[in-house]
């Protein structure tokens, strides 16, 4: 069965790392810290790839993609999970 992972904890680890991740690395890191098959939830929607998961907290400007790559913005956290 697949690990079901929120997204506070992909933004958490992106948080803790204290860098940039370019995508591929970011998705790559994933797969190593919660496995290949994990899905992805938020606190509303369930069922996400990584990928998936990723362009909807950029999407939603809890994630911002620069030229260094991906990192959280730590104020546009939900705090009630």
Known sequence: MAQSVHGHKVMNMVIESGRSWPRAELLEALAET??????????????????????????????VETAEGISVIASKMCNHH
């Not at 992805?40 to 990928?51: K, N």
Request: glycine share 14%.
């Open 34 to 63: 919660f496995g290949a098959d994990a899905e992805y939830r938020t606190c509303s929607v369930e069922g996400f790839s990584a990928d998936q998961l990723i362009d909807l907290l950029l999407g939603k400007g809890k994630m």
